[in-house]
């Protein structure tokens, strides 16, 4: 028995189930915006195309999600596997593969803001580039002539920033480059002011900032084309943005950070009247250094002076003439001591020699007999007819001896 006509099952193609069903998903107004929450995993990041593809997944399910180029480049931060998110889109079903998925619009991360996300990844990344390191970072000139200012012109950080470096240091001029500090055009402007100054080199050190704000407000000193700018300056970048207790990427990336704008105009310059108190407490410290050095110059100068007159010739000359002198006059003394005592003596011998003198004798009425030229001792040695030669104080007789 055949089937009546009436209720005999339509046969379709699968394309046309598939059309079928993509079209009820697409009128159905409660798919068209919908709000889900997982996990993202099996995570493909087309980087020519831009688009992402990826599955949401919790303890029970899992659906396909795709985001095209054109809401990817919106995303605030980067998916990654196993993040958490809440994703905004349509339902639609795929046709070519039959399969349902998500069409995401917008997505941000599950328990934690998606800025803060994005903050945290691009802080990840450029610290893995090694632009934080501190070897990168230049010294900031103790005594700056130009201080370059990079900040909103009708802000309270500019009227800070200048009050405090015409106080503390009024020979620093100061060069503002007016920019945005917040919004859309901020960090092209903010690139922009650091490029000039590196390329003009009108400015010793540039101070970049604003006042406090949410991270929303503060969003534009945590762009990547703005931290590469602050790194290949050549002037050092004090960064000043925010509160103490708020962080940018420009902070990381400045050669120095500043807990507010107050705070990187005394980092800037110096205070002259601390400058003026070291001064006076170095002349001080000169002044005693120098009378204690003259003290020990004038010390050795004398020891010098001393040995000086120890060994020069001049001296020594001086010492030799006074010995010389002395020994002359111990010798004088001592020739004429010993002249006196031969003289003595002399006076004494020859009083003996003129005692035992004949003539001296002669004139005592004494006399002396010579026969044949010698002297006659004894009568004994003369015998009658004897020529002698009788010798008296006035002269010589001869004689004739006549008899015994």
């Given amino acids: 028995m055949e089937t009546p006509e009436f209720v005999k099952p339509r046969i379709i193609s699968v394309s046309q189930l598939n059309y079928y069903v993509k079209s009820m998903l697409d009128n159905d107004a409660r798919l068209m915006n919908v709000f889900v929450t997982g996990e993202i995993s099996n995570l493909t990041d087309h ?45 639609s079903l795929y046709e070519p593969t039959g399969g349902y998925q998500i069409y995401i619009e917008d997505m941000q991360p599950d328990g934690i803001g998606a800025l803060t996300m994005q903050y945290e990844q691009l802080k990840k990344k450029l610290e ?39 106080r503390r240091y009024p020979s620093a001029e100061i060069v503002l480059c007016p920019v945005l500090v917040q919004g859309n055009m901020a960090p092209g402007q903010l690139i922009n002011a650091v490029n000039l100054f590196n390329e003009y080199d009108c400015a010793d050190v540039i101070i970049i900032g604003r006042g406090g704000g949410s991270i929303e407000d503060l969003w534009a000193f945590n762009d990547e084309n703005l931290a590469y700018a602050i790194y290949a300056s050549n002037i050092p970048v004090i960064s000043a943005v925010g509160h103490e207790t708020d962080f940018t990427i420009c902070d990381f990336v400045s050669d120095l950070r500043a807990p507010t704008p107050s705070a990187a105009a005394e980092l800037a310059v110096p205070d002259v009247e601390e400058l003026r108190s070291y001064l006076d407490s170095q002349c001080q410290y000169l002044s005693t250094l120098m009378d204690s050095k003259y003290l020990k110059l004038k010390s050795r100068f004398k020891s010098y002076e001393s040995a000086l007159n120890r060994y020069s010739p001049a001296k020594k000359r001086e010492r030799l003439i006074k010995t010389y002198e002395l020994y002359a006059e111990k010798l004088r003394s001592f020739s004429a001591s010993k002249l006196s005592s031969q003289s003595e003596r002399v ?18 009425g004494f006399s002396y007999t010579k026969k044949d030229n010698r002297i006659v001792n004894s009568v004994k040695e003369l015998k009658p007819g004897d020529e002698i030669i009788i010798t008296l104080s006035d ?3 001869k004689a004739i001896i006549s008899g015994e």
């Fill in 347 to 364: 006076e004494k011998l020859s009083a003996k020699v003129e005692a035992l003198n004949p003539k001296s004798v002669l004139s005592r």
């Fill in 47 to 91: 980087y020519r195309s831009g688009h992402i593809y990826f599955s949401l997944k919790d303890e029970r399910a899992v659906v396909r999600a795709v985001m095209f180029a054109g809401n990817a480049r919106n995303l605030r931060f980067r998916p990654e596997e196993g993040m958490k998110v809440i994703a905004r889109g349509r339902v």
């Fill in 128 to 166: 893995q580039k090694g632009i934080f390191a501190a070897e990168h970072k230049k010294p900031i000139p103790k005594f700056p002539k130009t201080v370059g200012v990079i900040t909103s012109p009708t802000g309270a950080a500019v009227q800070d920033i200048r009050n405090i470096i015409t």
């Fill in 395 to 397: 002269g010589e007789v």
